[in-house]
């Protein structure tokens, strides 16, 4: 067996640090392999041809090479597919961010990798075209990400008496699930997060929230309610906290200001 080969892959760039003097090391999410580290030597040395090449959220084909005894790919070439980061701007920019960050924390099998690379790509032609209520698109491939990572979360179905209600009030994190009004009442504790009567409204409509994407008025409180509980129930479900500095700068520095309602 030999001890090098090379392989080519199309994949999603999550994150790119700094290494050394010239060099980046990449965090590249492939269809065909999953999620791997890239080491690109020499990237940053004068003008290179490259530069723009591993920008977070491009989509790019890359030819690698690795090493059997080692977990580390390295970079031989490539090229640009899409580029979506700059196309966006703010604020929608941060939102992409949101989701790589997410991929980034995320332990992902090579079986999901194939999907999950799908879901990003459509998620940012979505942000592309969406230039209002751009939070909504977020929170569906919240949803989406649930599905194909097996934690789907049932927006319909009180976790309580499993009744199919249209008044959810609260969510439930130690079920995962939300809570009826009715079970509300006999189940108050310190996992309760329940929540307006607005939000309560969004959560009824996520599943099919692109058709109302043009005539919706979100408020911030409700922005805020309903992004808390996607990324609750992803922690919840995964055991781990999921740190999402780009959705908290989203919120602090530009949602108030600009839309304020
Ligand atoms: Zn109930």
């Known amino acids: 067996m030999k001890n090098n080969y090379n392989l080519e892959v199309q994949g999603i760039i999550l994150k790119k640090t700094i290494y050394g003097d010239t060099s980046l090391i990449l965090e590249i999410l492939c269809k065909e392999v999953g999620k791997i580290s890239v080491l690109a030597r020499g990237i940053r040395k004068g003008k290179s041809k490259f530069s723009g090449l591993f ?3 491009n989509r790019v084909e ?3 090479s690795k ?10 070439n490539g090229t640009l597919i899409n580029a979506y980061l700059f196309s966006l701007g703010y604020p929608r920019n941060l939102l992409l961010y949101a989701a790589l960050e ?7 099998s090579e079986d999901e990798a194939e999907n999950i690379y799908s879901l990003l790509l459509t998620y940012f032609e979505y942000l592309q ?4 209520n751009e939070i909504a698109i977020f929170w569906r491939f919240l949803l989406r990400l649930f599905i194909v ?23 439930y994190s ?3 699930g939300f809570i009826c009004e009715k079970c509300f009442q006999n189940h108050l504790d310190e996992f309760v997060i329940n929540f307006s009567f607005q939000t309560a409204g969004i959560i009824h409509i996520l599943p099919e929230i692109g058709n109302h994407l043009k005539n919706l008025s979100i408020s911030s409180k409700t922005a805020r309610e309903v992004t808390k509980i996607l990324l609750l129930h992803l922690s919840e479900q995964f055991h781990k906290k999921f740190y999402c ?17």
């Open 149 to 171: 990572t097996g934690i789907e979360l049932n927006l319909r179905r009180c976790t309580f008496c499993h009744l199919d209600s249209s008044n959810m009030v609260a969510y």
């Open 55 to 57: 920008e977070s959220g």
């Open 245 to 261: 500095k780009s959705i908290d700068y989203y919120f602090e520095n530009l949602y108030h200001k600009i839309k304020l309602k």
């Open 129 to 132: 075209k969406q230039a209002e």
């Open 102 to 108: 997410i991929c980034h924390q995320l332990l992902i």
């Open 62 to 64: 890359l030819l690698l």
């Open 67 to 76: 090493k059997n005894s080692s977990d580390f790919y390295y970079f031989k």
């Open 174 to 176: 130690l079920r995962h």
